[in-house]
């Protein structure tokens, strides 16, 4: 198994970082590759925000859920979906571009490119014996954290990356079934046959979280999931995306 797959393979979230913060050349190495990601078309339609200053990241760990990683890390990366440079593009070149930078599939080109570019930067830091977790919680309150980050129209933060040492060993989620997750040909319909899949998935994860809490916690993978899709979540986001001037055809 060659390094590059062995990193792969071993990651996990990390929630406790070290007081070390990462040196220049590890942000800018992390972000250089993370610029060597795939992009659509070229259009590399994203922005990183690297944040230092002790008090945004407070302020950022505050609007996202009083999630005390986000503060407490090496370094804290935004990964935005930005369409504005794109704009500043048609103005230099005299061409109204409205149409495309408003339409549903530019806003889904400008995420798939910031979470490509996410990607390779967390396989990047962890290469460097680095710990990585995203943060979804900058959407709870994504206005106040965009006015935080001075975000002009046209970008959005998209999810944070806390990057830093490990300050422990963490333990490794198992994952969905790989016939839950990749299909030949055509996708699998046999409703009664994922299930079964499901079902011992149910049993790892129970399993998983009962050794890691003592007992004290031992809930099924689909009970975790209709629990929290029971109550949608975040419903102010298109209306955001649409002051934003992102998705309106």
Not at 26 to 44: K, L, R
Not at 83 to 93: D, K, Q, T
Request: with cysteine.
């Amino acid at each position: 198994m060659n390094p590059t797959i062995q990193t792969l393979l071993s990651h996990r979230s990390v929630r406790q970082f070290t007081e070390k913060k990462l040196s220049q050349e590890q942000i800018n190495t992390i972000v250089e590759c993370a610029q060597m990601a795939s992009t659509s078309s070229f259009i590399q339609a994203y922005t990183i925000i690297g944040v230092k200053n002790p008090d945004t990241k407070a302020r950022l760990a505050e609007l996202a859920g009083n999630q005390p990683y986000v503060a407490a890390n090496g370094h804290f990366f935004v990964f935005c979906a930005d369409l504005n440079r794109h704009e500043a593009a048609g103005e230099m070149e005299q061409t109204d571009v409205t149409a495309s930078l408003e339409s549903t599939e530019k806003f889904l080109v400008a995420s798939v490119d910031a979470a490509l570019a996410a990607q390779n930067a967390s396989i990047a830091a962890e290469s460097m014996g680095l710990g990585i977790c995203y943060i979804g919680g900058i959407r709870n309150n994504i206005e106040e954290a965009g006015e935080l980050l001075g975000l002009p129209d046209r970008v959005v933060p998209l999810f944070g990356l806390a990057v830093g040492e490990p300050a422990k060993e963490t333990s490794q989620k198992p994952r969905l079934p790989l016939k839950n997750v990749y299909h030949e040909e055509k996708y699998e319909q046999d409703r009664e046959q994922f299930k079964k899949g499901l079902e011992k998935y149910n049993e790892t994860i129970s399993s998983y979280y009962s050794d890691r809490t003592g007992g004290k916690r031992s809930d099924r993978w689909t009970e975790q999931m209709s629990g929290m899709l029971s109550e949608p979540k975040r419903m102010h986001m298109k209306s955001y995306l649409d002051k934003k001037g992102f998705m309106k055809s």
